[in-house]
């Protein structure tokens, strides 16, 4: 394959295009459970502006963090993971930084030409956690960096977190089941953002950036990942009671894989074990938010179709 296709493939982490879309789209036909308005032509449009608009984030962080990642020590661990063909294309200088920043620019501008086509409200709904999404996506990029408490990580993954609710918002608007789905998935999103820094410890130093095996240990990351668990746990109790079964049976079947994956690297939190550790469950994390986003998406659409 030519080098310049897998530098491409390697920026937009195509190995999981498939699970942004997914994650966006369980949110749209929860809200349509509710609010009407399905139809297959929206899903498609819906999945087009998660895909999308998923894809400028990725592309934004390598473009933020491009001369940081030039000290990278160990690229055999996440980056393999996350990379099909293990390159950070930027800084290895296989995609040039103006040409990512373009693509950032481009998809932005796609992105929201799709989502002004979506109804009002909805459509700014959408448009301002878009918005809100990639200016935190730049604060964290930025405050890890120097931070000496974990602000970075807290307010950052909020994007991740708001994510399916901008898919609910496509359809819906704020109310009681879109905050469930943010408190559901913002502790998963904290727990899945410990164990990838886990991974990454070595390259975090070489980078010096401040992330949480950098400020509480690797056992104090264990503790952070295990934590945010619990409170997974007890927020999928409260958005559960708000779901079907068939949803219920997605969400059941994921927690499983996260008490799995948090038992186990709480298990070996030292410093020689912890990183392989949380290499190996690492796809706990995905499978579980498969699961969730697949569960809540058949089950929305066994209730509308």
């Given at each position: 394959?030519?080098?310049?296709?897998?530098a491409?493939?390697?920026?937009?982490?195509?190995?999981?295009?498939?699970?942004?879309?997914l994650?966006?789209?369980?949110?749209?036909?929860?809200?349509?459970?509710?609010?009407?308005?399905?139809?297959?032509?929206?899903?498609?449009?819906?999945?087009?502006?998660g895909?999308?608009?998923?894809?400028?984030?990725?592309?934004?962080?390598?473009?933020?963090?491009?001369?940081?990642?030039?000290?990278?020590?160990?690229?055999?661990?996440?980056?393999?993971?996350?990379?099909?063909?293990?390159?950070r294309?930027?800084?290895?200088?296989?995609?040039?930084?103006?040409?990512?920043?373009g693509?950032?620019?481009g998809?932005?501008?796609?992105?929201?030409?799709?989502?002004?086509?979506?109804?009002?409200?909805?459509?700014?709904?959408?448009?301002?956690?878009?918005?809100?999404?990639?200016?935190?996506?730049?604060?964290?990029?930025?405050?890890?960096?120097?931070?000496?408490?974990?602000f970075?990580?807290?307010?950052?993954?909020?994007?991740?977190a708001?994510?399916?609710?901008?898919?609910?918002?496509?359809?819906?608007?704020?109310?009681?089941?879109?905050?469930?789905?943010?408190?559901?998935?913002?502790?998963?999103?904290?727990?899945?953002?410990?164990?990838?820094?886990?991974?990454?410890?070595?390259?975090?130093?070489?980078?010096?950036?401040?992330?949480?095996?950098?400020?509480?240990?690797?056992?104090?990351?264990?503790?952070?990942?295990?934590?945010?668990?619990?409170?997974?746990?007890?927020?999928?109790?409260?958005?559960?009671?708000?779901?079907?079964?068939?949803?219920?049976?997605?969400?059941?079947?994921?927690?499983v894989?996260?008490?799995?994956?948090?038992?186990?690297?709480?298990?070996?939190?030292?410093?020689?074990?912890?990183?392989?550790?949380?290499?190996?469950?690492?796809?706990?994390?995905h499978?579980?938010?498969?699961?969730?986003?697949?569960?809540?998406?058949?089950?929305?659409?066994?209730?509308?179709?």
């Amino acid at each position: 394959m030519d080098a310049t296709l897998r530098a491409w493939i390697d920026l937009l982490r195509l190995r999981f295009f498939f699970a942004w879309p997914l994650l966006f789209c369980s949110g749209y036909l929860l809200a349509t459970e509710t609010y009407g308005g399905f139809s297959w032509l929206i899903l498609g449009k819906v999945a087009l502006i998660g895909f999308l608009g998923f894809e400028a984030g990725l592309v934004l962080n390598d473009y933020m963090d491009r001369e940081f990642d030039k000290r990278d020590v160990d690229p055999t661990r996440l980056t393999k993971y996350w990379r099909s063909y293990g390159t950070r294309p930027i800084p290895a200088g296989l995609i040039s930084p103006l040409l990512a920043a373009g693509l950032v620019i481009g998809l932005v501008l796609i992105t929201a030409g799709l989502v002004m086509t979506l109804p009002y409200p909805n459509s700014v709904f959408v448009l301002l956690i878009m918005l809100f999404c990639y200016a935190i996506e730049i604060f964290y990029q930025e405050e890890k960096r120097q931070q000496k408490h974990p602000f970075a990580q807290l307010i950052g993954r909020l994007d991740f977190a708001l994510f399916p609710v901008a898919g609910y918002l496509c359809a819906g608007k704020p109310d009681m089941p879109a905050f469930f789905y943010f408190i559901f998935f913002y502790p998963f999103a904290l727990a899945h953002l410990g164990a990838n820094d886990l991974i990454d410890i070595e390259n975090d130093r070489a980078r010096d950036m401040k992330t949480i095996p950098i400020l509480f240990g690797l056992p104090g990351t264990a503790y952070w990942i295990a934590g945010f668990t619990a409170a997974h746990i007890v927020a999928a109790c409260f958005f559960m009671a708000k779901l079907g079964w068939i949803a219920r049976a997605g969400i059941v079947a994921g927690l499983v894989l996260m008490v799995y994956a948090s038992a186990v690297i709480l298990k070996h939190r030292d410093e020689d074990e912890a990183p392989d550790t949380a290499l190996r469950v690492l796809p706990c994390f995905h499978v579980a938010m498969i699961f969730y986003a697949a569960g809540i998406a058949l089950g929305a659409l066994a209730a509308i179709v």
